[in-house]
């Protein structure tokens, strides 16, 4: 069971559709489902009529998702659940540290709170402990990543002082609660991955297998990204995007297929998926100027 779990930000630009291809890509060679997810919980940061467009982006591009699309901010319920549990255990602690004292600490939180019993019923973040110890993975493409979690990370934020659930637990609960088995996303979220195994098995969830793929840079070296304003991916000329998109994932399609029907370059693509090709690669470059840049 796969997964593409885009928040609705703003358009999809080419550096998150060449991770839904490839998410796509690899749930369907399997013969497994292929799940759309809408990180909606980030309010805030949330553009009206963002979902639609995504999703119709995603159906002009042949990437159909099994079942209807699912959306963080219905199931409250489950973060609840997840949070009394490890509050229950004596796993979490309140947080009222300011912006200023974080910025001074560094980015591992010293602990500050972690003695302080702030109520935890007070406008405040929520922390979760952590230990000295070691999570390891074996990455799908990058190989053995082993961190000490506590030296590494520190006490990282499960719930934001504006009562947002943090991205690190509201992604672990909600891949325990679509069943989803294998994680395919970018190598921009690798540090995110040992916090959230660590949040998985003090949880008692199953860990899926995790693939991180390089992510897209412009010719100056930048990220393709909402912050660094990537462009929104135009559906026109469909097929040859998909073409180069496999390029960049390392498939080499034949050319014959850069001019073929969107359901054939995909078609291809399931049977032809290898991964392991890009193995050990962080990132990939496209000949554009950074969006940003005048």
Same mark, same amino acid.
């Given at each position: ?45 949330n ?38 549990d490890?509050?229950?255990? @004596? %796993? *979490?602690? =309140? ?5 200023? $004292?974080?910025?001074?600490? &560094?980015?591992?939180? !010293?602990? #500050? ?41 520190g ?32 190598? @921009? %979220? *690798?540090? =995110? ?5 660590? $949040?998985?098995?003090?949880? &008692?969830?199953?860990? !899926?297998? #995790? ?10 070296g ?25 390029s ?36 990939v470059?496209?000949?554009?100027? =950074?969006?940003?840049?005048t």
């Amino acid at each position: 069971m796969g997964r593409f779990a885009p928040s609705p930000t703003g358009p999809l630009h080419l550096g998150s559709l060449y991770t839904a291809l490839a998410s796509y890509l690899d749930a369907r060679r399997r013969n497994g489902r292929w799940l759309l997810r809408i990180d909606d919980l980030d309010t805030p940061r949330n553009m009206p009529g963002a979902a639609e467009r995504i999703m119709d982006c995603l159906a002009a591009f042949g990437l159909h998702w099994d079942g209807e699309a699912d959306f963080q901010s219905r199931h409250a319920l489950q973060y609840q659940q997840a949070i009394t549990d490890l509050k229950q255990r @004596d %796993l *979490l602690y =309140s947080c009222s540290c300011s912006r200023s $004292l974080l910025a001074e600490a &560094g980015p591992i939180y !010293p602990g #500050y709170c972690r003695t302080r019993h702030y109520p935890t019923d007070q406008p405040a973040a929520l922390r979760v402990k952590t230990s000295p110890a070691e999570i390891e993975f074996v990455d799908g493409l990058q190989g053995i990543i082993r961190e000490n979690i506590g030296e590494r990370h520190g006490d990282f934020i499960i719930l934001r002082k504006d009562r947002i659930v943090a991205y690190q637990l509201a992604v672990v609960v909600d891949d325990y609660r679509q069943g989803i088995t294998h994680v395919v996303r970018g190598c @921009d %979220l *690798l540090d =995110s991955t040992p916090k959230q195994i660590y $949040l998985q098995k003090l949880l &008692g969830y199953p860990v !899926p297998e #995790y693939l991180h793929l390089p992510i897209i840079v412009d010719r100056a070296g930048q990220k393709l990204s909402k912050q660094s304003r990537a462009e929104a991916v135009a559906a026109t000329s469909a097929n040859q995007t998909l073409f180069m998109l496999l390029s960049l994932l390392g498939q080499n399609p034949p050319p014959t297929l850069k001019q073929a029907e969107i359901s054939a370059i995909l078609d291809w693509a399931v049977a032809h998926w290898v991964p392991e090709r890009l193995s050990g690669i962080r990132s990939v470059g496209i000949d554009t100027p =950074s969006s940003n840049q005048t």
